[in-house]
């Protein structure tokens, strides 16, 4: 039998909501998104995904069965299962070796720097790379670009395709190898920008939104290898005067990009702005959104 809503220790005035508009039980709860929730009794996603949060975990407790004990891995194992997950090679050998081969797969790169220094470039420029043949030493994947800037230019990513395709295209010809040559057949500007996938998100509601619905995308778009931020920075340095209220939210971002990255096999890439911070002696440009573990990344590159 299924668990009353009043039954479950969430606020009162969320339980009215719930009744109100019609969520009865448990079971009326299972199939809606945190989205949806959200415009249908009119609260905060973040509200939206508590209470779906709350409701699961007490339904898990009520039934009584007890979690399969979860697989253990050896060192080893874990070594082998991130050298096969890859990483997006950029061509640029400084580049990939200061990253280890690449922006890697599975985990989430923080990329750093004052206005104009290439960020953005440096983000399309990945959106593109993620679509290099594996016999180029690629993955053979898609790519989503969220831009929170408004700074994505198409025709700056015309240029980088045109560019990455001569390139292969050019180790085709001196190579002359048979899958080389066949790849190049299919991979051109056009395939390029087919697969990239691109979301505007004006505000930090949208990105939290966005990122929320990611997992459902994704499954639906396998072949995608990286997500793209541009900027994380942004939509959190204005409009907040509640700053426990925005380390919250980018703890709830940071460890939902961790499970995406983790779950969907997929790199995430993020840019992330500079700010001066002033000492009793000196000052230093440091990245924005507070120190490296409040915000969760796995590289961080300068």
């Keep these: ?119 953005t470039q440096l983000c399309i420029q990945l959106a593109v790379d993620a679509q290099i043949p594996e016999c180029f030493g690629g993955l053979d994947g898609e790519a989503v670009f969220i831009d929170t800037e408004g700074s994505f230019i198409v025709d700056r990513v015309v240029d980088i395709a045109s560019a990455s395709v001569h390139h292969c295209q050019l180790i085709a010809d001196t190579h002359q190898e048979e899958d080389q040559l066949k790849a190049m057949e299919t991979f051109s500007v056009d395939s390029i920008l087919s697969h990239i996938y691109y979301f505007r998100c004006h505000d930090y509601t949208e990105l939290l939104a966005q990122t929320y619905l990611l997992p459902a995308f994704l499954l639906e778009h396998p072949k995608v290898r990286v997500v793209l931020i541009d900027s994380i920075a942004f939509p959190f340095r204005h409009d907040f005067e509640d700053f426990s209220l925005r380390t919250r939210l980018l703890n709830r971002l940071a460890q939902q990009l961790i499970s995406m990255a983790d779950k969907q096999r997929v790199g995430v890439a993020l840019t992330n702005q500079m700010t001066t911070r002033i000492g009793q002696s000196h000052s230093m440009l440091v990245p924005a959104l507070g120190k490296r573990d409040e915000i969760g990344k796995s590289k961080r590159a300068f």
Excluded: W
């Excluded at 039980?25 to 249908?40: G, N, R």
């Excluded at 399969?68 to 050998?93: P, V």
């Design 1 to 119: 039998m299924q668990r009353d809503i009043g039954s479950f220790p969430l606020p009162s005035s969320l339980k009215v909501k719930l009744v109100g508009a019609g969520f009865q039980t448990a079971e009326d709860l299972q199939a809606i998104k945190p989205t949806e929730l959200s415009k249908e009794i009119e609260i905060s996603k973040e509200e939206a995904l508590e209470i779906l949060q709350v409701v699961r975990r007490e339904n898990f407790s009520d039934s009584g069965s007890m979690p399969q004990c979860a697989r253990k891995y050896t060192a080893l194992e874990l070594l082998e299962q991130e050298q096969t997950h890859g990483s997006i090679i950029t061509f640029c050998s400084l580049l990939d070796d200061a990253l280890g081969g690449g922006v890697p797969v599975c985990k989430i790169t923080e990329i750093c720097g004052a206005p104009g220094i290439g960020k």
